[in-house]
């Protein structure tokens, strides 16, 4: 039976709570020796308690791409559309 790469090895995790979700920054290894990162957000459901996550894959290729996009968005959000809002209002530091 072929693994799929749901399969392979973690060999790092970061968990962030937020609020009623929690993401995870998983790095994975492929077949070939090489490292991929996984997104994930869950929330749990309300109506019968059971959890809902979307996956986001990220290749070594597009890790530059997806930094300089998002810290761009980022960016924008906090300077040109909300620029008086607190946004350390909610650092703490996070438990593991």
Do not use: C, W
Request: hydrophobic share 25%; proline share 2%.
């Amino acid at each position: 039976m072929a693994e799929s790469n749901y399969d392979k090895e973690e060999v790092f995790s970061k968990r962030v709570r937020a609020g009623k979700r929690t993401y995870f920054f998983d790095v994975k290894t492929t077949k070939g020796n090489d490292y991929y990162i996984t997104i994930t957000e869950s929330k749990k459901r309300f109506e019968d308690g059971n959890y809902v996550k979307h996956k986001i894959f990220l290749y070594k290729e597009d890790f530059n791409k997806f930094m300089e996009a998002f810290t761009e968005t980022v960016n924008y959000v906090k300077s040109d559309l909300m620029p008086e809002y607190d946004f350390d209002e909610y650092t703490r530091p996070q438990e593991d």
